[in-house]
């Protein structure tokens, strides 16, 4: 079903800006165990904190951890990133669900309707943040 509403097309957009998404204490815990260093070293080399926000540095205008294409830290990116760009706001905002669709290629449906019954179906199965990958 997923397939249907969203196929990531590697256009790599979504990780390009001055700012990324916010980190969890999950997220962090995830990227420690993924580097297997100490999480002061993980915060030096590759994060950036202002006041109790956690983001990924950014370098050349993309995320730190975009190269190739593509994401280096696939599977231990965070929550916000797995997340993208199936957000549960679309089910109830039109003006959302065209935002997103403009800035993400890979959103597969124009008819908002169609897209918002998918978009549930899809969002009933993944009730955690483990339900993500
Ligand atoms: S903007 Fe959409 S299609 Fe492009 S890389 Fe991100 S998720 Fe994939
Ligand atoms: S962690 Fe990965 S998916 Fe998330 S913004 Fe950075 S490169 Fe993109």
Not at 95 to 103: E, G, V, Y
Not at 111 to 133: M, N, P
């Amino acid at each position: 079903m997923e397939k249907e509403i969203f196929q990531c097309r590697r256009c790599g957009h979504c990780c390009h800006g001055e700012t990324t998404v916010s980190l969890t204490r999950e997220d962090l815990d995830r990227m420690i165990a993924h580097f297997g260093l100490p999480e002061e070293e993980v915060i030096a080399k590759y994060l950036r904190v202002t006041g109790k926000v956690i983001q990924m540095r950014v370098v050349d205008g993309h995320c730190i951890f975009y190269r190739d294409n593509g994401c280096s830290v696939h599977p231990a990116r965070p929550w916000r990133c797995r997340q993208w760009p199936l957000h549960p706001s679309m089910l109830t905002d039109q003006a959302n669900f065209s935002a997103i669709k403009d800035s993400c290629p890979g959103i597969r449906l124009t008819d908002y309707g169609d897209f918002k019954r998918k978009l549930a179906a899809v969002l009933a199965h993944r009730r955690s943040e483990a339900d993500w990958g």
